[in-house]
């Protein structure tokens, strides 16, 4: 089993105490979304691979070492400000963070998420391409994978239409930034891809590759993974522990919160001792063992 760690919300930057006393206790309890009394037991035995997800892995860094299954890394690093990420911690930091990360993972297991790339009157094409060009150059030497997205619009975006001011991208945009993220990753050894996107950008050099096929399951388990039935890429199927509306990043553009308010009442209900990430069990729920 493959762990996601989690592209529901952020846990490593927010709930690091919680995921690491779970790792202790054996086990996860994970409530189904859209099936509120069905619950998922995760054993930690029974995980073969970790893939953490996160804005600001700073939290979890001191237990890397100590954590003895296989290890995956998708760090995301934007370059918008506190008027689309309010809550996202100085990019420098983070930057600083993901070159420890590559020394004890490798940079084989490390990627990099731009992700997603939005435009509108202050965030245009050139903006991203300066933006681009000087991660590229801070990272030079420690990270050979980088992904890219281009914003959807998920109920989050429509919410947020008045702050995001989006302007639609046109096949001069794709050509632009296709182009010359090809050409400025491959200046620093890097490969630039996108993931389950309408426009690959194979055509101006992006790779066409999946965020974790089943050539990389397989290189660092030894296993093969089925395909991610809920998703219309090629990604290996993984079991994700997070909850929607819990994320504290209150990020203007983000899938996995939708409702402000459900995540401030999800954050209150946080208890670091629950076998569960939000709330506890309840006498109803159905616990079943995931295998």
Same mark, same amino acid.
């Given at each position: 089993?493959?762990?996601?760690?989690?592209?529901?919300?952020?846990?490593?930057?927010?709930?690091?105490?919680?995921?690491?006393?779970?790792?202790?206790?054996?086990?996860?309890d994970?409530?189904?979304?859209?099936?509120?009394?069905?619950?998922?037991?995760?054993y930690?035995?029974?995980v073969?691979? %970790?893939?953490?997800?996160? =804005?600001?892995?700073?939290? !979890?860094?001191?237990?890397? #070492?100590? *954590?003895? +299954?296989?290890?995956?890394?998708?760090?995301?690093?934007?370059?918008?400000?506190?008027? %689309?990420?309010?809550?996202? =911690?100085?990019?420098?930091? !983070?930057?600083?963070?993901? #070159?420890? *990360?590559? +020394?004890?993972?490798?940079?084989?297991?490390?990627?990099?998420?731009?992700?997603?790339?939005?435009?509108?009157?202050?965030?245009?094409?050139?903006?991203?391409?300066?933006?681009?060009?000087?991660?590229?150059?801070?990272?030079?030497?420690?990270?050979?994978?980088?992904?890219?997205?281009?914003?959807?619009?998920?109920?989050?975006?429509?919410?947020?239409?008045?702050?995001?001011?989006?302007?639609?991208?046109?096949?001069?945009?794709?050509?632009?930034?296709?182009?010359?993220?090809?050409?400025?990753?491959?200046?620093?050894?890097?490969?630039?891809?996108?993931?389950?996107?309408?426009?690959?950008?194979?055509?101006?050099?992006?790779?066409?590759?999946?965020?974790?096929?089943?050539?990389?399951?397989?290189?660092?388990?030894?296993?093969?993974?089925k395909?991610?039935?809920?998703?219309?890429?090629?990604?290996?199927?993984?079991?994700?522990?997070?909850?929607?509306?819990?994320?504290?990043?209150?990020?203007?553009?983000?899938y996995?919160?939708?409702?402000?308010?459900?995540?401030?009442?999800?954050?209150?209900?946080?208890?670091?001792?629950?076998?569960?990430?939000?709330?506890?069990?309840?006498?109803?729920?159905i616990?079943?063992v995931?295998?």
């Amino acid at each position: 089993m493959i762990l996601n760690v989690s592209g529901r919300c952020d846990i490593v930057a927010f709930y690091t105490p919680w995921f690491i006393k779970r790792i202790k206790e054996g086990f996860f309890d994970v409530r189904n979304p859209f099936v509120r009394n069905n619950v998922s037991r995760i054993y930690f035995n029974d995980v073969d691979l %970790i893939m953490f997800c996160t =804005k600001n892995p700073i939290p !979890i860094l001191p237990y890397l #070492k100590d *954590i003895k +299954k296989p290890i995956l890394f998708h760090v995301t690093i934007t370059p918008y400000g506190n008027d %689309i990420e309010p809550n996202v =911690k100085s990019k420098k930091e !983070i930057i600083t963070a993901v #070159k420890k *990360i590559s +020394k004890i993972v490798g940079s084989d297991n490390l990627f990099i998420r731009y992700d997603p790339i939005l435009k509108n009157n202050k965030y245009t094409i050139e903006y991203h391409k300066k933006a681009f060009s000087k991660l590229c150059s801070m990272l030079d030497g420690y990270v050979k994978n980088i992904i890219v997205s281009f914003v959807d619009m998920y109920k989050n975006v429509e919410n947020n239409k008045d702050i995001l001011n989006l302007i639609e991208f046109n096949d001069e945009d794709y050509k632009a930034i296709g182009t010359y993220f090809s050409k400025t990753a491959s200046k620093y050894g890097m490969s630039v891809q996108t993931c389950c996107e309408e426009n690959n950008l194979c055509e101006y050099g992006f790779i066409k590759r999946d965020c974790i096929s089943r050539n990389l399951a397989f290189k660092m388990t030894g296993k093969v993974y089925k395909k991610w039935r809920e998703r219309d890429c090629e990604c290996v199927e993984m079991a994700d522990i997070g909850v929607y509306n819990s994320c504290h990043h209150f990020c203007k553009y983000c899938y996995a919160n939708y409702d402000e308010k459900k995540v401030l009442d999800n954050i209150k209900k946080h208890d670091p001792t629950s076998t569960m990430l939000i709330g506890h069990l309840e006498k109803d729920d159905i616990i079943k063992v995931r295998k």
